[in-house]
């Protein structure tokens, strides 16, 4: 079980760096050990089923993420009831498989399922409602319904900032989100400010060079772009 266990976060380690070739094969021997000691339908091989339809997810792998991520719910459902929290984090992943497939309802129906759950289990100002209130938004902004994902929007921004202060790296993508929504509904100088925040954070706490840098950048290019202000994008 403890190479199981070793095996799984050496696996977490590739996916968060995104080497997630090197994190399938290593994850999958994990999950093989710990359905032979534990048994298939044991909570820790959700767990793993779980980090391994993400890891699917950033190989593009859409069924193989989708089947590994329902199985995961599966177990979870089953060992820890519909409503627990831990059901709650591949209900948003699995909403995440079908935002990138472009499958927005179905996106919808599980991200809304994975709000109610968070809002019963942590209470309104969690930073797991404010993520689940993001995603929300996303979907709502496809839809082009801008008010409801404004509100979400604006709610996941309000609980980041409180709860992390204003400098944080999970602020800046609420920003950049926002000014993502601003940009749709014309409003192209407070866009404008909203991304200009967004990458002055990401620049002083993750450094110039870091990968999430350049979603900064490129919103605000796309901005400038829209406004028809390409010397500055």
């Known amino acids: 079980r403890q190479v199981a266990i070793y095996l799984s976060n050496l ?53 193989e993420a989708e089947s590994t991520l329902n199985r995961a719910l599966r177990i979870k459902e089953f060992a820890q009831g519909s409503e627990h929290p831990n059901v709650e984090i591949t209900l948003g992943n699995l909403g995440v498989l079908y935002q990138t497939q472009n499958r927005v309802s179905e996106a919808e129906k599980v991200f809304v399922r994975a709000l109610a759950i968070s809002r019963k289990a942590f209470g309104p100002e969690h930073l797991r409602v404010a993520r689940n209130l993001n995603n929300l938004s996303t979907v709502y902004k496809k839809l082009h319904r801008y008010s409801e994902a ?10 980041a900032e409180n709860l992390l202060g204003p400098e944080h790296p999970h602020v800046a993508t609420a920003l950049d989100n926002m000014s993502m929504l601003n940009r749709l509904l014309g409003r192209f100088e407070i866009a404008i400010a909203e991304a200009r925040r967004a990458l002055a954070i990401r620049m002083k706490v993750l450094g110039n060079e870091h990968r999430l840098v350049s979603p900064s950048l490129n919103n605000l290019a796309l901005i400038f772009q829209t406004e028809g202000r390409y010397g500055e994008a």
């Open 150 to 159: 404004e509100a979400l929007q604006d709610k996941s921004l309000q609980i």
């Open 11 to 63: 696996a977490e380690l590739y996916r968060t760096l995104g080497r997630y070739g090197q994190a399938e094969p290593i994850l999958r021997k994990s999950i093989l050990i710990a359905e032979k000691v534990l048994g298939p339908k044991h909570i820790e091989v959700a767990n793993k089923l779980n980090n391994l339809g993400m890891v699917y997810l950033g190989l593009e792998r859409y069924e």
